[in-house]
């Protein structure tokens, strides 16, 4: 399969996040709700999330939905709000960009790009983003083979960024029981074909609060560089994606097991 | 399901190409080249697929494909060529828009605006062509259930067109005998829940020569009104998608057995 | 892939049922309940389809059922009440045979052994019937590939039966709108690998009523050679697929549409 | 979910080979190869892995192919051949049973009884192992949904047998770098809703021999009670599944790290 690459062999390469290198011995924890919903909520989010060791901030300002009547995002309010909370925190934002024209306004607020499941082949999107200079964090598509995963990032490669954070974020699948099919294989896979970081995404690799903790278990395990999940202060009134948001209280006991795994050096 | 539109609820809608309304009694054939690979080669398939019945040119000018490496279309130049090769023929265009940003320039050339699968949970587009006056070709994702079909045609409707015309265009499953498996069912399915018109693309739904001219058949007894074909004048020489390229001797054939099913009002 | 047969290598191969060759012109209407309920149903139906057409009568007697609460079949009381159906009407009966030791006691009442989707992988079933001398009924395993299914009449056929005749019945997919996602395309696919005739079960296939008739027809014009069919006297009363089962005035509608397809010849 | 169960109702249940206890603390390594290819063969590895760590013994002896005219096994030669290596090493064995008409065979021989993936729903064989003693080791079928498999296992219970280790080994998906798609947030799931030990299949899971370390040890962080894997003395030469088979020395480096996770208690 390498033949059809040009950047991307294998060959490792190093990503950082304003300056800070992402590795398994150093692994990014991001965190925060599915959406900004309000400025309250986020400051309220970020501070609670980095007081317990995330290292980077999420939340959507542009969201991608399948129904045209769901909440659509705040858009660039949304982007405001996370600088806020980002300046207030330290915390680096990490929030999805679905659409090339969107580039400039991004570049004002955000940390990290990241290119959602949906928008995983939109190459008109990677071919600009190639031209970016920050991180982008590609999520591999819901129905995305790993072979197809692989060229989308060679997308932002060839046309200029080889600042990728890859992660897996679930499959589609015959089955109904978790949201998507967590394929956490494909993270040693990745890893040895791109060369590249990989991380896992249990919240929407699972659809279910109570699976976050064993699949980020397992996802480190299976050599993840770090873990991107939902966290909201109040799961059962969010506006999107609550049955998958975990309380403060869960996020806390993950980054402690986070932290003793990463001293056993297994 | 129904509770979630508020536009296409299932109420027969009659969508019109240039004037021409397109139901199972006046079916729609597009016909013509994966892409548009010089002015020469467009204009004499043009005109070939014109002469043997087709009602309508495809032929992709903007092509989304999984490796940067592959040919990416021949862009504004190609519209051209389709423009000039649908003013010889009479037949009206219909070609892919991959991004938004590309409206305007579609505008002068383009009768149908296509979506494709990789595209049809692109909002971001969506969005933008409900505000486009000519008909949506919207491709069924390769991944996308009914259900997300439907709300990707519903954004169309919400934001100001509902001249769309869906495209079965088969499903990724785990079998590789076929590039895609063409769920048929989802012709009556889709007819009945949007009451829009529904066509079968059986090139890409099976990826096989040999397949195009039974599901073509199978398509139309399922209620399509209309098929969408790719035919090359040399498809051991295309760019792309060559082996499910049927030669313009085999598309003749199939018109001829287009008319005879509909004579046979079955 | 013919180089892994050394039977089935494509060649047209004659099976019949009864002394009654099964082809496109002659094609098998097979019609019946999801199971044998009591005599007076069996023989109510088969008079039944008998009377609008069909050519073969279906019903379960050993019924392979997800939960070990549901309804399993009336086991050999129910091959009785089949074999009575059948002297009553002339229909020959096809059943399902869930395992090998039922053979003897299948021998006494069927004309053509079912092998379930279940149970198509099941080799040991599969060389046992290989030494019978009826008509085997080989359903594709419901997430079986077209390798797997060659391969499996395969099994029959090297162990001494090539009356096989295929049935497509769907496979599993991500999408849940049917219960299957009938896969048209395995028809002619099949027709042309094995040289065996293949017909189509829109009730599996489905899992709903509203579409049997289309998807009849669709697996027609892709070139079955015959149908099989859930039908119900009472269908909202039935013990097993009760939704997807038609009444009887759906089947004689079908069964002249199947007639009026026929004779145009297309 | 739980109303269509009686018995595994998700209260745990201690399940134990040869008296010894299955769970997290005492995890069960299965290791063998593929299939029993001679009395030498066998001898070898399972005297190989006991060194190593394995807590039990695999190795078919019926074995389900796809083709008929690939190796089916040694059937009761090989299982003589198990037997003996098991008295030799002290190691329980573990091995396929392909139809309930062996099982009194099986008895002389056997430890565990395997229901393998393509049987998981032959509902025959599942009654008939209810009325079993010994434990069965149930893997889920590769195409069944969490509903389906807890059923499966119901299907045991009901019949009299609730001493069941359960064995998530992949499903099929779209994917075809990996042989299947391992689903391990199957093993959370499982392990709540039926009470019962499960296992991890990374051999079969992946096919791949670089992904079993990795895939092993994200089990065991899932939850996992144990892993099986297919260790052959010469995969090379293996006759079926070398690709995915690992050298003895690969099991000795897994084996080292199952027990540095199991002191680090995470």
Same mark, same amino acid.
């Given at each position: 399969m390498t033949n059809c690459r040009k950047i991307l062999t294998g060959k490792k390469i190093e990503v950082k996040i304003n300056g800070v290198v992402i590795d398994k011995k150093n692994p990014l924890i991001i965190a925060g %709700?599915? +959406?900004?919903?309000?400025r309250e909520q986020i400051i309220t989010i970020a501070k609670e999330v980095k007081k317990l060791g995330a290292t980077a901030l999420r939340g959507g300002a542009f969201k991608p939905r399948?129904? %045209? !009547? +769901?909440f659509q995002g705040l858009e660039e309010e949304g982007l405001k709000y996370l600088k806020e909370a980002s300046e207030i925190t330290g915390l680096p934002v990490v929030t999805e960009i679905t659409?090339?024209? !969107?580039i400039e306004m991004f570049e004002k607020y955000v940390d990290v790009f990241q290119v959602g499941s949906r928008n995983m082949n939109n190459y008109t999107l990677l071919k600009a983003l190639g031209k970016v200079k920050k991180p982008i964090l590609l999520k591999r598509g819901m129905s995305s083979t790993i072979y197809e995963w692989i060229l989308a990032a060679e997308y932002l490669a060839e046309f200029g960024n080889t600042n990728i954070i890859l992660c897996e974020r679930g499959i589609r699948t015959?089955?109904? !029981?978790? =949201?998507?099919?967590?394929?956490? +294989? +494909?993270i040693p896979i990745m890893k040895k074909e791109t060369g590249l970081p990989v991380i896992v995404d249990p919240s929407h690799g699972t659809? =279910? =609060?109570?699976l976050i903790e064993p699949m980020t278990m397992a996802g480190l395990s299976a050599g993840a560089d770090g873990v991107i999940i939902e966290v909201h202060n109040d799961p059962d009134n969010a506006l999107s994606d609550g049955l998958q948001s975990i309380y403060p209280i869960q996020f806390k006991k993950i980054v402690e097991k986070i932290k003793k795994f990463m001293e056993s050096e297994i």
């Open positions: %709700p599915c +959406a900004v919903e309000s399948t129904s %045209p !009547y +769901a659409d090339q024209k !969107y015959f089955d109904t !029981y978790t =949201r998507n099919t967590l394929d956490l +294989a +494909a659809g =279910r =609060r109570e």
